[in-house]
């Protein structure tokens, strides 16, 4: 088993890259991996963040307050390190935290000793991640606000790039590949979602530095930990390399693409042996998955497809806790106990917005390349479990980081630094709803998430709109009004969740018979502007195992929703009767406490900063 480190600790010993140009193995640009190609087949589509709008509901308000707050940073503080590197005026202020600058080591400073020690600028820098969540944000809601926003710093970083391309927010980036990464991210978003077509000379400037600079060195013949050798996350650098290519046609991307894949752990998950990434870091083992998925989208051979297929039932049978996280200390577990073990000392449990949108990423690949409903299961977990319980971004970059499951009792804080890694996949997550809920194909419309939210396409030349109203999950029913511009056919396609008994629908209250396939239950009609569909999901209660070792160690769910009980609250009536609060017990010095709110039980994403609750508990304990 590998050492295992979360990415706190990792941090304290990443060395940064030496930049000598290398390649990977024997491979040759545009040559790696070769293989049996065909066309990758995309049964959904997602609606890529467009015709899609959220109408009330917690993913609203969570929604509304994150685009409030990335709208209001200050461009002067966000510009301030990359303007002050390259030398130009730096009005504002530094945002602090994983944004500190960039402080020199002394001249005695031991080769050996890693560079965190006095570095702490541009560590995992998430400005591409926040270009690339307000653009998504903007094509979602038509916010030409925050597009010009989103626009505005990027010419602005673009006035910051050196003339040999050079970009980052520090002279001494410690995480060159994964800065890397989320800046080609948000450069494609900009240029896809926002039509910002500047986007991408700037892009093929910072890969141009790249593809000269950047570290090739890996761990071998075991996977990185967490970063790799010199990097940091380079094998999560194919899927936006790959969108890159799709949205360009430059073969240059895809011939850089084709240098991160990696087979020593996408492998695990097709050699017929069993995967054995224990100790691996959560998050970015799982982020990389989608890179497997985006080498799928581009080559058309079918063992990628296969990879990412094995590797999400493998991460729902071993790694996943009820809510869908998973990785507690950032790390993956063997399947031997020690993810039940992990309730015993992780406050670390699940790295929340990084997991979540990781999650949502991977299983939207999925959907999209397989049209299979069950995949939607983990986004539903992630959104109600996960991101949307998730404390709101707070001043000064206070951003909540980990979910808290520990058996002893928990309580949501915000992360001791500010403006982590984890305030760039918040933002994108956060806007990712707007991609999860509804889609398509030629025929039909399918409905993954339950959620107040409205939808408008084109199908057959013909403009379709379809509301969406609902209180679920705290009621079982969802209201779906169908508006075409007149009288059409075709299908809406309802998931129908594993954890479920079944559906029921009604159309303009009457019963309708639904049919299931590939886990959706489809009703296929000709539809009258106006036409209301019901559908009805069972809901019942159930009491789920972390694991097989620890049977009787467990959290209790209605649906899709882990219930936490409110911890109880000890009812004081003064400092001077604190006798009043006690009743005698049967033993000495043993008493009965005078409590309040004992055993109330509700969802995850209702508890508050600093209140106290248990999401898991041994049976008869």
Sequence with gaps: MMEKRGRRDFMKTCVSATFVPALMGSAKPGQAFAGTSGEPRSFLEPFNYEGVRLTSGIFKKQYDATRDYYFKLSNDDVLKGFRERAGMPAPGNSLGGWYSGDPRPPKDYPEEWPRFLFSRGD?????????????????????????????????????????????????????????YEKTVGGLVDLCEFGGVKDAIPNLERITDWAVKNLDRKRESPKPAFASGVGGCEWYTLCENLYRAYELTGNPKYKTFGDLWRYPAYWGMFTNGSGPTPYGLHAYSHCNTLSSAAMTYAVTGEKTYLDTIINAYDWFQRTQCYATGGFGPGERL???????????????????????????????????????????GDWIEKLAYNGIGPALPMGPSGMTFYYSDYRLGGGRKVYYSAAFPCCSGTFIE?????????????????????FVPSDVTWNMDGHEIKVEQETSYPETDTTFLTLRPQRNASFGVQVRVPQWSE????????SPVEVSVRNGW???????????????????????????????????????????????EKIEIPSRQNLAELFAEAKRPLEFHAIVRSAGTYAPFYELSEGEPYLMYFDLNS
């Design 123 to 179: 560590m995992f820098n998430a400005f591409g991640q926040w270009l690339a969540g307000m653009a998504r944000m903007s094509r979602a809601t038509g916010d030409q606000a925050m597009l010009d926003k989103a626009t505005f710093l990027m010419r602005e970083w673009a006035k910051t790039i050196e003339p040999d391309g050079f970009f980052y927010y520090s002279r001494n980036p410690i995480a060159p590949h994964y800065t």
């Design 521 to 567: 239950g489809t009703i296929e009609r000709a539809w009258n502007p106006g036409d209301r569909l019901a559908v009805q999901i069972s809901m019942p209660f159930n009491v789920v195992s972390i694991d097989k070792q620890h049977p009787d160690r467990v959290a209790v769910m209605r649906g899709p929703i882990v219930l936490v009980r409110r911890q």
């Design 429 to 449: 997550a956060v806007a990712d709803y707007h991609n999860v809920i509804y889609f398509k194909d030629a025929k039909s419309l399918y409905v993954n998430l």
């Design 502 to 509: 079944g559906i029921n629908a009604k159309v303009n209250g």
């Design 333 to 375: 577990q063997a399947p031997d106990g020690s993810l039940g073990k992990s309730l015993e000392d992780n406050g670390d449990t699940f790295e929340t917005p990084c997991g979540s949108w990781a999650g949502f990423k991977l299983s939207r690949y999925l959907m999209r390349f397989t049209g299979e409903a069950r995949y």
